[in-house]
């Protein structure tokens, strides 16, 4: 009874709180918090810094933080700071992607407190310790192994290199392959201290009061300060990582309290041995005088240029085509009508069609997978960020179905929606599976506040929800026609309809562009 009680109060008490609620500490860090009453609670730190404002010198650094995350602080060891971890009884993890660096929290509201501070420790007074770093080098030759053996985690690395010519968005999310004995302890600690600024920050939460929220973030958050940072990466700081890993590393035993290497703790997470073939200390040996400053990579935007790559591979079971244009940005109001399309387009695996509501009436399915049994997996796909979209199809198939056969089968599905009025109920049906989505994955605390933190970091604004569904339900066959014109239509010159095109298999499609423009796509 009595816990009925205090849970009573706990409801009653948050249905009088708003739905939404920032404050801006005077260092210019933002603290957020959604209205959600229940025992659990989330928190995250969400940090702009990622694998798209690196450079040729610091490349690797975001996946190697992360990868360190809750290792040894300033005021923690490791063994302390995995105590810690184990002591709050939730689940506490770390995420690098291109735009941002996520550490997060999601445990029962008593340990709100406890939770950030671990979370402010980590994020804020790694150690990076050079033993640490050696340690990590293993690992990441065995998660690049691990990843560059799959095509469905390698290859979207590597039309991301193709489409944005390996510089920006360009950059994997992994450490390249030639930068693993190259990345030094002096290394991190630079790009660590350029990047790690409030301004740049965010701290986000659902199940927490505001007014404990920003109380907390004061504490542990209220003294950094928005030094300037003139240079990314000094000269010392490089020469130093580039004369220590001259030779290559001894290997060491993992130290018993090292956190197992977590290969699928981002979606987005792929690594290429086909990035950055040539050799990075070449590169620094002939490169120019100066480092990028801060400011020119925090505002350089990315610059999609398109293009066409094969990768000869005769051992693998299936052959592979990837197909992609520039889509719109996160802030532009036609990103709700390309989900959309992305949604009709749909497809999936040739097992995994499932029941009503799965996709199974989507274009791809009824058009290829159901029609053609020689391609194994076709889906549509788009890769939103806060200045462009990757939006395409791809198909894996037995390789003696043809690659040309299938990009003609890709470029025909994309046309159809150039050339022919998309009918009212299937439409309708595409704006209801969108929603549905959103909002079942909305139910989970976690994935709340991951969305309200990269929301206010990549965008600087809250978008609720219902004003989602809102747009959604006012997209219509126009504004597909429109979005799908803007991406890939022929008839106006724009770089954006420069296509992207991937095949990993047997053979190359010599005539891609022939095939693209007999549907009318591209340039």
Same mark, same amino acid.
């Given at each position: 009874?009595?816990?009925?009680?205090?849970?009573?109060?706990?409801?009653?008490?948050?249905?009088?709180?708003?739905?939404?609620?920032?404050?801006?500490?005077?260092?210019?860090?933002?603290?957020?918090?959604?209205?959600?009453?229940?025992?659990?609670?989330?928190?995250?730190?969400?940090?702009?810094?990622?694998?798209?404002?690196?450079?040729?010198?610091?490349?690797?650094?975001?996946?190697?933080?992360?990868?360190?995350?809750?290792?040894? $602080?300033?005021? *923690?060891?490791?063994?302390?700071?995995? #105590? &810690?971890?184990?002591?709050?009884?939730? /689940?506490? =993890?770390?995420? %690098?992607?291109?735009?941002?660096?996520?550490?997060?929290?999601?445990?029962?509201?008593?340990?709100?407190?406890?939770?950030?501070?671990?979370?402010?420790?980590?994020?804020?007074?790694?150690?990076?310790?050079?033993?640490?770093?050696?340690?990590?080098?293993?690992?990441?030759?065995?998660?690049?192994?691990?990843?560059?053996?799959?095509?469905?985690?390698?290859?979207?690395?590597?039309?991301?290199?193709?489409?944005?010519?390996?510089?920006?968005?360009?950059?994997?999310?992994?450490?390249?392959?030639?930068?693993?004995?190259?990345?030094?302890?002096?290394?991190?600690?630079?790009?660590?201290? $350029?990047?790690? *600024?409030?301004?740049?920050?965010?701290? #986000? &939460?659902?199940?927490?009061?505001?007014? /404990?929220? =920003?109380?907390? %973030?004061?504490?542990?958050?209220?003294?950094?300060?928005?030094?300037?940072?003139?240079?990314?990466?000094?000269?010392?700081?490089?020469?130093?990582?580039?004369?220590?890993?001259?030779?290559?590393?001894?290997?060491?035993?993992?130290?018993?309290?090292?956190?197992?290497?977590?290969?699928?703790?981002?979606?987005?997470?792929?690594?290429?041995?086909?990035?950055?073939?040539?050799?990075?200390?070449?590169?620094?040996?002939?490169?120019?005088?100066?480092?990028?400053?801060?400011?020119?990579?925090?505002?350089?935007?990315?610059?999609?240029?398109?293009?066409?790559?094969?990768?000869?591979?005769?051992?693998?079971?299936?052959?592979?085509?990837?197909?992609?244009?520039?889509?719109?940005?996160?802030?532009?109001?036609?990103?709700?009508?390309?989900?959309?399309?992305?949604?009709?387009?749909?497809?999936?695996?040739?097992?995994?069609?499932?029941?009503?509501?799965?996709?199974?009436?989507?274009?791809?399915?009824?058009?290829?997978?159901?029609?053609?049994?020689?391609?194994?997996?076709?889906?549509?796909?788009?890769?939103?960020?806060?200045?462009?979209?990757?939006?395409?199809?791809?198909?894996?198939?037995?390789?003696?179905?043809?690659?040309?056969?299938?990009?003609?089968?890709?470029?025909?599905?994309?046309?159809?929606?150039?050339?022919?009025?998309?009918?009212?109920?299937?439409?309708?049906?595409?704006?209801?599976?969108?929603?549905?989505?959103?909002?079942?994955?909305?139910?989970?605390?976690?994935?709340?506040?991951?969305?309200?933190?990269?929301?206010?970091?990549?965008?600087?604004?809250?978008?609720?929800?219902?004003?989602?569904?809102?747009?959604?339900?006012?997209?219509?066959?126009?504004?597909?026609?429109?979005?799908?014109?803007?991406?890939?239509?022929?008839?106006?010159?724009?770089?954006?309809?420069?296509?992207?095109?991937?095949?990993?298999?047997?053979?190359?499609?010599?005539?891609?562009?022939?095939?693209?423009?007999?549907?009318?796509?591209?340039?």
């Amino acid at each position: 009874m009595k816990r009925a009680r205090a849970l009573t109060r706990v409801l009653s008490t948050a249905a009088t709180q708003p739905a939404f609620q920032q404050t801006v500490l005077p260092n210019k860090l933002r603290v957020a918090t959604q209205n959600a009453p229940g025992h659990f609670a989330s928190v995250g730190v969400f940090v702009d810094v990622g694998t798209r404002y690196e450079s040729a010198l610091t490349a690797g650094s975001s996946h190697f933080l992360d990868r360190l995350a809750y290792k040894s $602080t300033k005021t *923690r060891s490791a063994d302390e700071m995995m #105590a &810690a971890v184990d002591g709050i009884s939730g /689940q506490i =993890v770390s995420s %690098a992607s291109r735009e941002s660096m996520m550490y997060q929290s999601s445990h029962f509201a008593q340990h709100t407190d406890k939770a950030v501070e671990i979370l402010a420790d980590a994020a804020l007074n790694p150690t990076l310790a050079e033993e640490e770093v050696e340690e990590q080098r293993d690992a990441s030759r065995w998660e690049l192994r691990e990843l560059t053996s799959k095509p469905d985690s390698n290859l979207p690395e590597v039309l991301h290199d193709i489409a944005f010519s390996g510089e920006t968005l360009g950059r994997s999310v992994l450490c390249p392959e030639d930068r693993i004995d190259v990345v030094s302890s002096a290394t991190l600690h630079e790009f660590h201290r $350029t990047w790690y *600024r409030p301004d740049r920050m965010v701290l #986000a &939460a659902a199940g927490v009061p505001h007014e /404990q929220l =920003v109380e907390l %973030a004061t504490k542990h958050f209220g003294h950094l300060e928005n030094a300037p940072q003139e240079l990314l990466g000094s000269t010392e700081a490089v020469n130093n990582s580039t004369s220590q890993r001259t030779q290559p590393p001894t290997p060491l035993l993992t130290s018993s309290n090292s956190s197992s290497s977590s290969v699928y703790k981002t979606l987005s997470r792929a690594a290429s041995s086909y990035l950055y073939p040539p050799s990075l200390l070449s590169q620094q040996q002939n490169e120019p005088s100066g480092v990028p400053s801060f400011a020119e990579l925090a505002s350089k935007a990315a610059q999609y240029t398109g293009g066409h790559r094969f990768i000869h591979d005769t051992k693998g079971d299936f052959s592979h085509v990837y197909l992609a244009f520039l889509g719109p940005h996160l802030r532009s109001p036609n990103i709700y009508a390309m989900a959309t399309l992305q949604i009709l387009l749909g497809g999936g695996g040739a097992f995994s069609a499932g029941g009503p509501g799965k996709g199974m009436f989507s274009r791809l399915y009824t058009n290829i997978l159901n029609r053609h049994s020689q391609v194994e997996h076709c889906q549509s796909f788009q890769h939103i960020y806060s200045d462009a979209t990757l939006f395409g199809l791809f198909a894996s198939f037995a390789p003696n179905a043809g690659a040309s056969v299938v990009l003609a089968h890709l470029a025909n599905q994309l046309g159809f929606i150039l050339h022919s009025p998309v009918p009212r109920q299937e439409l309708q049906r595409a704006k209801n599976q969108l929603m549905s989505a959103l909002v079942m994955a909305l139910e989970s605390r976690a994935v709340e506040v991951e969305d309200l933190g990269r929301q206010l970091l990549l965008q600087e604004e809250r978008v609720t929800v219902s004003d989602m569904t809102d747009k959604i339900r006012a997209v219509t066959a126009d504004d597909l026609h429109e979005v799908a014109e803007m991406m890939y239509g022929a008839t106006m010159t724009n770089s954006g309809r420069q296509p992207t095109i991937l095949l990993q298999g047997r053979e190359d499609v010599a005539d891609w562009k022939e095939t693209l423009f007999a549907y009318g796509l591209g340039r």
